[in-house]
Every structure is written in C-alpha cells, then in structure tokens.
C-alpha cells in the first residue's frame, strides 16, 4: 500500500504543481521557486524512501484498472532502472529550479516558466515509473509537448519557435512510431504490462514481426534521444533559456530514448538487426557529434553537440548486445547526468555574467570567475574522460567492451578506432572550452562587466561537480550500490560480474584512454589557430546543416506535395469535396457486395402502418424540398429541413425511443438557431431566369450531380433494405436490459449505457465537442463577414428611424419594436426552461432526459435571452464564461471517473445504491449522476461559445459602421 500511495504521489504532486504555478501572480517570484523546488525535494524524498524495497530485490507497484478489456491500465511501476532515473530527475530538477530562480530574470513570465518546468518533470517521471506500455507512449508524448513549450519559452525569438518547432515535429513522429511499435508487442505478447513484455524477450524476438518493432521502436528512441541521423534538432534546441538546456540534456528528455532503449534491452537486443541498427547510429553520433562540437563557436552548442557524442556513447554500448555493454551504459547515463549539467549551469552563469557565450568574444575569464572556472574544468575533464573522475570509469569500461569481439563484422572491428577517435574528439572540444573561455588575455567589449555568479546559483554546480569528484574517487562506496540495484533490474539473472575499481592494471583499456587524452590535446594545438578564426560549423560538413535539410523536407511535404494533392483532390468549393466522399463511400460499400453477392430478402408489407408511411412521406418531401431550395432559397430550405428532423423525432417516438426523440427535438431547436444565425451572413444568391443563363456545362454538372445522389441514395436504400429484411442477428442490446437497473442503478437503459456501460466513449465525444466549439470560437473571432451581407436584414431597416432616435442605444442591443412582445415572453420563458433543464436532468437516469438532454435544453435558454434582449444587454446582466463551463464539466467528469480508483476499480465505475433522506424516505442515487453533471456542462458551455462566436458578429459590425459614420460626420 506504502508503494501505492507513493507512486501515485510522484505523479501527480508535479502536475497538481504545474496547475497552480500556472494560476500565481507574475511578480510571485519567490512563490514559484518555493513551489517548484518542494515538490522536486518531495519527488526526491519520496523516491529515497523506496529504496529500501527496491534494494531488496523487489519492484514496487501500483494498479488502477483504466479499461481492462482492453489491457490498458495506470499501471504505475518503480525497480531499481526506474528508481535510478527516478532520483535523478527529482535530484537534478531540484538543483535546476534554484538555478533557475537566479537565472530568470524578473522581467520573465516566470509562473509560466514553473508552470511548463513541473509538467515536463511530471511527464518524464512518467515515463520511467509506467508499467504499461501505453501509459509510456502517453507519457513519452508529454514530454515532446511540454519540451516544446519550454524550448519556445521565449516565443519573441524567431529562434526559440523554430527550434521548437523542429523538436516537436521530430519527436513527435518518433512517438507515433513507438506507439505503432508498442502496439505490435500488446499483439505479440498478449499484453501491455510491462513485466510480462519483459518476461517475452525469446517470444518477440522469435516472431515474424520482430523486425518492425524493432525498426518502430528505435525510431521512437533515437528521435528523441537526438541520435543519427535526427540528431540535428537538439543544436537547435539551444535557443531555449540554459536551466531547460541543463535539465534536457541532463536528466530528461534526451535521455527518455536511451533510458527505453536500455529498458527494453532484455526484450529486443542480441539479433543481428539490434546490433546493427543501434550500433551504427550510436557509432556515427558519437564520432560526428564529437567532431561537430569542437568548431561550435557557441559554449551551448558545443555542449549540445558533446550531448549528441556522449548518448552515442551509450547507444553504441546497449548495441553490442553484451551484459557488460549494458552496465557500462547505465553507469555512463549516471555520469553523463551530473557532468553535463553542471556544464550547461556553467555556460549559464557565463551567459548570464558576460552577456555572450561566444568562445571567440570569451577569454581570461579565470581571474574573474575564479570559483565558477574551476568548477567547469573539473566537469569538463569527467567529459573528456581524465582519471579520478567519473567519466574516466565508465568510458573506460566503454573502451573494454570495443575492444571484445560481440559480432563477425565490419562495425565490430571498427568500434575500437571509432571508440579513441570519438574520445579524441571529446578531449579537444573539452580542452577548447576551458582554454578558449578561462584562459588567454583579458574580455573586451563583452556587455557585462564579467564577475562571480551568486553563491546559490554556483551552489547547485558545486554538487553536481562534488559528485562528479567523489564517484571518481571511491566509485565502489558511492554509487556502487545503486548502480547494482539499476544493473540487476534491467538484466535479472543475466547481470555479469564487474568491477569500479579506479585501478586494473596496465590494460588496454587504459592505454586507449591515454592514447585519446594525448590526441586530444594534439589535435586541440594544431586546431587553435584555425578555431579562432572559423566560421561555425567544421569543415567537409560546413554545407551539410541538418536544420536546412529539415526545412527543405518541410516545404517538400507541406508545401509541394501537400499542394499537389490539394489541387488533384481538394477545392474551396464544398460541393466537388462532398461528391468525392460520396463516391468514396459509395465504392467502399459497393465493392464488398459485388465480390461476395447481394441479396436483399424479402420484405413483408403487410403490417406497414398507413399514417406512418404518410409520416415518412412528408419528412421525404421536406427533405427533397430542403435541398432544393438549398441554392437560393436557404431559409426555406432550413425550415423544411426542420420538417424533416420533426419527422425524424416522431419516428423515435413511434418506435418507443423517446430519448432519442427528446434529444433530436431539443437539437433542432438549438441548430436550427445556430443555422440562422449563421445564414444571416452569408451573401445573398440571386436566380438568373434568362435562357442564356444556364450553360451547357452547368446542366451536365447538374445532371451529373443528380445522377450521383440518386445511385447513392437507392444504394443506401437496398443495403438497409437488405439489413432490415434478414433475422436480426445476435445483439447485446438483452444484456443492457437485464443489467441496466441491477449495475447501473437506472431504469433509463439509453441513459445509463451512456454514463455507466459506454461511460469511457461519452467522455471521449464531450471532450471531442468541447474541441470543436473551442475551434469554433477560434475560427470566427477572425471572421469577417461578405461586403454584400454587411447590411441590416430587411425586417430591421424598417426601424432605422428608431435606431436613430435612440443615438444611447449599445451597439449590439437590437431589439426592435416589432420584436417586443416576443422578447417579453422570451425573457420570461428564462426561468421555466431552466427548470425544464434541471428536471431533464434530474429524472434521466430513469426516465427519458439526462445530461446531455438537460444540457441543450439550457443552452436554448440562454439562446432565447440573446435572441430576446440582444447580445450586450444579455452579456452586462449575466456571467455566463462559457469557457469556464467546458472546463468544469471535463474536469469534474474525469474526476468523477477517477473517484473509482480510490475503491479500487477500474475507471468510471459507477455505484448505486437508495440513501434515506429525512422526510422523504428511500431515494435512489447513483454516482453516473455526477458524469452525467459534467457532461450537462460541457453541453451548455459549448453550445453557448459557439452561440457568442456568432452573436458577436453583430457587435463588430455594429460598432465599426458606428465608428465609419461617426469618422464621417466628423470629417464632414
């Protein structure tokens, strides 16, 4: 229960954060670190306190069913892998938040900086504690999201948009393939849980669809962890403010790819196409970033570039397909996480005290940042690998893996070269930031005077880089331990014997790393000249800038061959659109019956009732007339398509649905207004009767059309013929019967398969309306209505005098004489609906009503109020924020959901049971009554946004003809 309960803290303690970061005053400056850095300590705490069970051998887990049926549930799990990433999250997050409270200016949005920061560590301890393998991709893909955020947190900067641009379209395709790969493993293995994937290793890699998991799930790896060739997104990352730069490249993120890769080393390594594909993009990050980073001229950049060699490092090591590969890469992504961000905070405090990170403007800088250089040459020197330091043990162990033999190939013999050149590389580009920043003659003409950063914003690096010190030096009581716990977890009984000794003798494996440290340095003194006066970017590759090629395949893809399948199947014309799809679906449905037979049966036409048939005969007539009178007619149209949906509702009723009825009923009212409303500015379509009019191209179009709405129609006509006319098969519909007041605690079988059985699909369609009217309202705050539909209606022209008369009257307020007594009852009518809508509310649950009823109903009301009183006169008398209605009511239906979680069921369980009230006696409650309350607010708040998009309309109009004759006058 201890682990339940914490796990489930870890997850939402960040995003509870987030919420409230999100809603402080911007001058809360304090306030926001206070926040941001108690629950990093509280994510580290709790996380600390785990260990005690983990190191026992165990996992700890907890389970809430979301939809079993399916195999997806929250499964939240932490071994010792997970516990690792888990403290170091928590750990480096912390350290990040006081960085950042001095690196931020005040002149920052501060609380939305805190905001995105808590989300994107929630979304990756998300990622390292699911045990489920969708959860992960849903986690994986929050990440990309609120990585892009924060990498376009300054949003003013061309830069920072473009960047996170790329890193969101990179990443996110990279999540869509995960989840493609993830899905191919729930088939294999018969589940998502992580610990059953785990135990299939021999099932998945057996089965014939091994090689696109693999080639799925890599891609979601190595996009993210900005490896090749996706590597260019991360340099491009760097327009991002330095504490998001440290803690992506330290401890999320980019690490979220080699963590999944090591994750699910068990399941996919050790075949010719893992060795492969993971060892040639790790071998070709880890020399080509190395080689990249040392001619950056950006302290940032290099960085970006070095992260890019050192997670190569790490691929390159899970590919070998060793156990031994693999304890060298998990202990390397410990190392790699302290040294980097101590680096990026040092390139902060650089940036943030001097006012450039350019290398070539920077020099001398020890004698006046003496405390903040020595702690960045210590950090640099774990980067390049120098002994005593934690980098020196794990590339050491990295060089001992290169040097085996793991498979009879080409890219085997070369891992150990690639292995000193890359290490080479990472020793000249170390030697290079140090040399060029700390070193040389005195700055000038830099912005800042430079000076010592603020003792807790260097407080945060001299950690980092202690550790750096400590692990280098007694590796075995430091870190050995907790490295052994992640080791254990991730290869089980495979886990080989290792040492952390500094020393093992004169071996090879050392005589790489002097060899490269040597290089290195050479390499640095014949560059030196030439780095000081190059352009950036190193040379052969100078013109191969993977940002270009990124935007080159941008253009390709949205601009030429989105364009081109625009112009073959796209118009602006509605008309061509709809008879494509119409044919599309006419062919689709077509070519099954033609290849297996039609047969529509027999229909007996004894039992057909006469008045029904006249019933449907006039909804026919009302709909051929409604499409008809479409063209030039299109109130009339509008009113007979009413006709026809009041036919549609006595049919419900004539075949015993009346929640069917009552719904298309209330809808009609409310589109049938919303339609108006839209009509009013559409321009006007005049027929031209004059004999010449019509073309001959014009008529065979209409010929055309016609034929093709004919042959659909009487198609859709002979399928459902065909359908109706056979026995009925087999349905579920007794099983909702016999269940629906016995575990739903509802008579109202519709109302209760909707809020209790199918509860999950309701809160997917609310949520899919609450979308559309947000894009709705999007849409029509930038509309602007035709030139020819400016003008007043007709009906009100007539009360131009009056208008005129009243020069107090508020724009907008345009009720007319004409309209009075009709607004008098409307405005009556206010409260009668809205205890219509609260008794369709209250008795849906056994009779016909219910949320969704109740919810139209009360959006009608508010629609008479507008139509009554006219749209400011209503707005200055009532609140109605209908923004805030959507909100509430998704939010309160997926707490409502989540409240079964705490019993220990499965998501939108509901409960139902009779309370005994005083006075009143036994009354029947069920808890799908409150889903059905937040469905009742979505309904109301979306149909009212999309009622103000279009009454607003007015207000513009109103106001600018008020503004033009006003200008007028005055110019008169």
């Known amino acids: 229960m201890m682990g339940d309960t914490s796990l489930l803290l870890m997850i939402v303690m960040p995003f509870v954060g987030s919420l409230i970061a999100g809603f402080l005053p911007s001058n809360a400056r304090n306030a926001e670190v206070w926040l941001a850095g108690a629950i990093a300590l509280g994510e580290l705490i709790l996380a600390s306190a785990a260990y005690p069970a983990i190191a026992a051998g165990g996992a700890i887990r907890a389970d809430l069913e979301w939809i079993p049926t399916l195999g997806l549930n929250f499964t939240l799990r932490m071994d010792g892998f997970a516990w690792l990433f888990a403290m170091l999250i928590s750990a480096i997050g912390f350290l990040v938040v006081l960085y950042a409270r001095y690196y931020m200016s005040a002149e920052d949005p501060v609380p939305r900086f805190f905001s995105f920061l808590l989300a994107f560590m929630g979304a990756m301890l998300g990622i390292v504690i699911s045990g489920n393998l969708i959860l992960l991709v849903i986690f994986w893909e929050m990440t990309s999201i609120f990585s892009f955020l924060l990498i376009g947190y300054w949003h003013h900067n061309a830069s920072a948009r473009d960047g996170a641009r790329m890193a969101l379209t990179v990443t996110g395709i990279g999540g869509l393939t995960l989840l493609a790969g993830v899905l191919l493993v729930g088939h294999i293995v018969g589940s998502y849980d992580l610990e059953r994937v785990l135990a299939s290793g021999d099932l998945i890699r057996s089965h014939e ?85 040392i001619f950056q001229q950006d302290i940032k950049g290099l960085l970006a570039y070095s992260t890019i060699s050192h997670l190569g490092l790490i691929t390159m090591l899970l590919s070998l397909g060793s156990p031994l590969g693999a304890v060298a890469a998990i202990f390397h992504m410990m190392n790699h996480a302290t040294f980097k961000a101590s680096l990026f905070m040092a390139a902060g405090i650089i940036d943030h005290e001097t006012g450039t990170r350019d290398i070539r403007r920077l020099s001398g800088l020890f004698r006046f940042m003496p405390i903040t250089a020595t702690l960045a040459m210590v950090a640099s020197a774990a980067m390049a690998g120098v002994p005593l330091l934690n980098g020196f043990l794990s590339k050491e162990m990295f060089f001992a893996e290169a040097v085996e033999t793991h498979q009879i190939s080409i890219l085997d ?444 109903a009360m959006a009608a009301a508010f629609i008479l109020q507008y139509m009554a009183a006219g749209t400011v006169w209503v707005e200055d008398r009532l609140r109605v924020l209908p923004v805030n209605w959507i909100g509430f009511g998704l939010l309160f239906a997926a707490l409502v959901g989540m409240g079964s979680w705490i019993f220990g069921y499965p998501f939108l369980t509901s409960h139902s049971q009779y309370l005994e009230l005083p006075l009143i006696g036994a009354v029947p409650a069920a808890t799908a009554a409150l889903f059905d309350l937040g469905v009742f607010s979505l309904v109301v708040g979306a149909t009212v946004l999309m009622l103000i998009a279009l009454a607003h309309q007015s207000i513009r109009r109103l106001r600018a003809s008020r503004i033009a004759a006003e200008a007028a006058s005055e110019g008169a």
């Open 209 to 293: 669809l091994y090689v696109p998991v693999l080639i799925l799930i890599l891609l979601g790896a190595l996009t993210k962890s900005a490896q090749f060739p996706f590597h260019f997104w991360l340099p491009n990352a760097m327009a991002a403010p330095t504490p998001v730069s440290a803690y992506l490249h330290s401890a999320t993120m980019v690490k979220a790819g080699v963590f999944l890769m090591a994750r699910l080393w068990p399941v996919l390594a050790g075949s010719q196409e893992w060795f492969w594909l993971v060892g040639l993009a790790g071998m070709m990050s880890f020399v080509l970033g190395a080689y990249f980073a």
């Open 413 to 856: 013999t070369a891992a150990p070269y690639a292995a000193v050149l890359g290490s080479a590389f990472a020793v000249a580009y170390s030697i290079r930031f140090i040399h060029g920043v700390f070193f040389g003659p005195p700055p000038e003409d830099l912005p800042h005077t430079p000076h010592e950063a603020p003792f807790l914003m260097r407080f945060p690096m001299q950690l980092l880089v202690l550790a750096c010190l400590i692990v280098g030096i007694v590796p075995g009581l430091t870190i050995g331990p907790f490295l052994h716990t992640a080791v254990t977890s991730v290869l089980s009984p495979a886990t080989p014997q290792y040492s952390l000794s500094v020393w093992h003798g004169f071996t090879l494996p050392l005589i790489m790393s002097v060899v490269a440290l040597v290089a290195g340095a050479i390499l640095y003194l014949l560059l030196k000249g030439y780095l000081a006066r190059c352009e950036e970017g190193p040379p052969v590759f100078r013109k191969l800038k993977g940002q270009r090629i990124f935007e080159r395949a941008m253009v390709t893809v949205s601009w030429r061959w989105a364009r081109f399948i625009e112009s073959q199947l796209g118009t602006r014309r509605l008309q061509p659109q709809l008879r494509l799809l119409v044919l599309v679906a006419f062919v689709a449905a077509f070519w099954p019956l033609y290849s297996l037979g039609f047969d529509p049966g027999r229909l007996n036409w004894t039992n057909t009732d006469p008045i029904f048939a006249a019933i449907w005969a006039i909804g026919i007539a009302c709909a051929l007339g409604a499409a008809y009178q479409a063209k030039f007619h299109r109130l009339a149209a509008t009113i007979l398509l009413g006709g026809a949906g009041l036919v549609t509702c006595l049919t419900f009723l004539w075949l015993s649905a009346p929640d069917l009825a009552l719904t298309q009923l209330l809808v009609e009212i409310v589109t049938t207004v919303l339609l108006l409303l839209g009509l009013r500015w559409l321009p006007k379509r005049f027929e031209d009767k004059s004999t010449d009019a019509v073309t001959i191209g014009a008529r065979l179009r209409r010929v055309r059309d016609f034929v093709t709405a004919i042959t659909v129609g009487l198609g859709v006509t002979l399928i459902s013929y065909a359908v109706m006319t056979r026995a009925p098969p087999a349905t579920i519909a007794d099983y909702f019967l016999q269940n629906a007041y016995s575990e739903g605690g509802g008579k109202n079988v519709v109302n209760v398969i909707l809020v209790d059985f199918r509860g999950f699909d309701t809160f997917g369609e609310i949520t899919v309306l609450g979308v559309v009217a947000l894009t709705v309202f999007a849409l029509l705050r930038r509309f602007r209505p035709a030139p020819d539909s400016v003008e007043r209606p007709e009906q009100q022209r007539i009360q131009k005098d009056f208008d005129e008369a009243r020069p107090d009257r508020e724009a907008g307020d345009t009720v007319s004489d004409y309209l009075l007594v009709p607004s008098v009852i409307m405005q009556w009518l206010f409260p009668v609906v809205i205890v219509l809508a609260a008794y369709l509310f209250l008795r849906g649950h056994d009779l016909p009503g219910g949320g969704f009823v109740a919810g139209v």
